[in-house]
């Protein structure tokens, strides 16, 4: 579950974060982040866990929250561990997402 706490990503201008699938690109969004300053700058502050207490313990659980959400759509390979969506994700005979069948 590391790894896909990873992979979520912010989106500045919708202000939402999402995942991309590693096969398709698709972004799925999940949550907005409620911010009254919602600065780039700000956002790497935040980012980084620098930002004030109460707008820090804002992003970490929206961020939380988006993760648990995004997380019923995809799916973790279990021979290369990547996070694919569930339309791209197919096990065929053991031999792995289209991912590992790609390589």
Same mark, same amino acid.
């Given at each position: 579950?590391? /790894?896909?706490?990873?992979?979520? /990503?912010?989106?500045?201008?919708?202000?939402?974060?999402?995942?991309?699938?590693?096969?398709?690109?698709? /972004?799925?969004?999940?949550?907005?982040?409620? %911010? %009254?300053?919602?600065?780039?700058?700000?956002?790497?502050?935040?980012?980084?866990?620098?930002?004030?207490? %109460?707008?820090?313990?804002?992003?970490?659980?929206?961020?939380?929250?988006?993760?648990?959400? %995004?997380?019923?759509?995809?799916?973790?390979?279990?021979?290369?561990?990547?996070?694919?969506?569930?339309?791209?994700?197919?096990?065929?005979?053991?031999?792995?997402?289209?991912?590992?069948?790609?390589?």
């Amino acid at each position: 579950m590391r /790894r896909f706490y990873k992979q979520i /990503r912010f989106d500045i201008n919708l202000k939402r974060f999402y995942v991309a699938c590693a096969v398709c690109g698709e /972004r799925l969004y999940g949550k907005k982040l409620p %911010l %009254l300053c919602p600065s780039q700058t700000r956002i790497k502050e935040l980012e980084l866990g620098q930002g004030g207490w %109460l707008e820090q313990q804002t992003y970490n659980h929206t961020k939380a929250v988006s993760v648990q959400y %995004l997380s019923r759509f995809y799916d973790q390979c279990p021979h290369c561990g990547s996070w694919i969506c569930d339309q791209c994700y197919s096990v065929v005979e053991e031999k792995g997402c289209f991912y590992c069948n790609k390589l």
